[in-house]
């Protein structure tokens, strides 16, 4: 009786010990994961800024890492090519060359 009942604990310490280097791998996957989806999302930021600061001069850049489209008169929507994709309103003052960003979002494919 008591050796089964040893036996039964040590079934049930390894599988926790199993359980626990489950919760780990996906605990390291997760965290991986955000790491690289925060790397992701800060350099599509980096490129729609870089192209909301030269946007009065949209005309002269060759490679673009963004979308410029038109909205309005002064108003142009800006969205990175890479994912995660961001979109920005921008309002162009033709006087100054000054822009300023309206509102944003994160545009889901």
Known sequence: M???W????LLLCASLIAQLERLTALHIVEV???ALAQKNFIAAER????C???LPTHSVLTENNCLIQPINK???LISS????AIQVHVLLDAKSGTTTRLNWRQSFD
Do not use: F, G, R, Y
Not at 6 to 9: C, E, Q, R
Not at 47 to 50: E, G, R, W
């Open 32 to 34: 991986k994961t955000i």
């Open 52 to 54: 909301e600061k030269n």
């Open 2 to 4: 008591i050796l089964a």
């Open 74 to 76: 002064n108003i142009w």
């Open 6 to 9: 040893v036996l039964s604990l």
């Open 47 to 50: 490129a729609v800024l870089d």
């Open 81 to 84: 090519k890479q994912k995660p």
